[in-house]
């Protein structure tokens, strides 16, 4: 199993629409974790952070946690075309204190 | 500096030959990430530092590659006897110790082998 594992998509939602990306992780005991976004060509930008269960939201975005389940999801309300990237799952490895990152979910939001 | 900076931006080098590539991370963090990205894939583990030590190297691919950290700040990635397959987009991210801490990533290395 992969240390942090993500749908490749590609996503696709129109404007407007709410997108939803998923993410499972196998570390039972990490407690950090964060949703990357990354435009072709650039490097990964911070957007969420997460480390406690339920949901956290900062403006269109919202992550969800859930421990027990080792899931984690991103969801990004009224989807605009310039969301349109690839979202990186990153997820601390407790015992190394390293960072491992999913393959990414490519989303295009299409006007 | 204001953030993490990479140096050089691009590199291309002839097979078989000896490549550095640097990182300067954000003042005063500790942690330092290497990671190597190729298209459509996402950010691959290479070596971790916390200080001066790595803390993991285990995603080293080979004893070609090695990475130091001297003063616990810039870091450089060294790759011996380079191989086309080590083309790649390097990526060096930083951030502080201790719980719940966000990485922050420099704009990366793109190094192709020829």
């Known amino acids: 199993q992969k240390e942090v594992e993500q749908n490749s998509g590609p996503l696709s939602v129109p404007e407007g629409a709410i997108a939803s990306l998923n993410c499972t992780y196998s570390?039972?005991?990490?407690?950090?974790f964060f949703w990357y976004r990354q435009y072709s060509g650039k490097s990964p930008e911070l957007i969420m952070s997460?480390?406690?269960?339920g949901d956290k939201e900062d403006g269109r975005f919202t992550a969800q946690l859930n421990k027990a389940s080792q899931y984690v999801s991103l969801l990004i309300r009224d989807s605009q075309p310039s969301d349109s990237a690839t979202y990186l799952c990153?997820?601390?490895?407790?015992?190394?204190?390293?960072?491992?990152f999913g393959a990414g979910t490519r989303l295009t939001v299409k006007p | 500096g204001a953030g993490v900076s990479q140096t050089p931006s691009n590199k291309v080098t002839e097979k078989g030959k000896y490549v550095e590539l640097r990182c300067d991370p954000i003042?005063?963090?500790?942690?330092l990430y290497w990671y190597r990205q190729s298209l459509g894939q996402g950010p691959e583990f290479l070596i971790y530092?916390?200080?001066?030590?790595?803390?993991?190297d285990s995603g080293l691919p080979n004893d070609r590659f090695f990475a130091v950290r001297p003063e616990g700040s810039v870091s450089t990635l060294k790759i011996q006897r380079t191989e086309r397959g080590d083309s790649a987009v390097y990526l060096c991210?930083?951030?502080?110790?201790?719980?719940?801490?966000?990485?922050?990533f420099g704009q990366g290395t793109r190094l192709t082998v020829v």
């Open positions: 991210a930083s951030s502080l110790m201790g719980e719940n801490t966000e990485a922050f």
């Open positions: 570390d039972r005991v990490s407690q950090s």
């Open positions: 997460i480390y406690s269960n």
């Open positions: 990153a997820v601390n490895m407790e015992e190394a204190g390293d960072m491992r």
């Open positions: 003042s005063g963090h500790t942690a």
């Open positions: 530092f916390q200080g001066t030590g790595a803390a993991d």
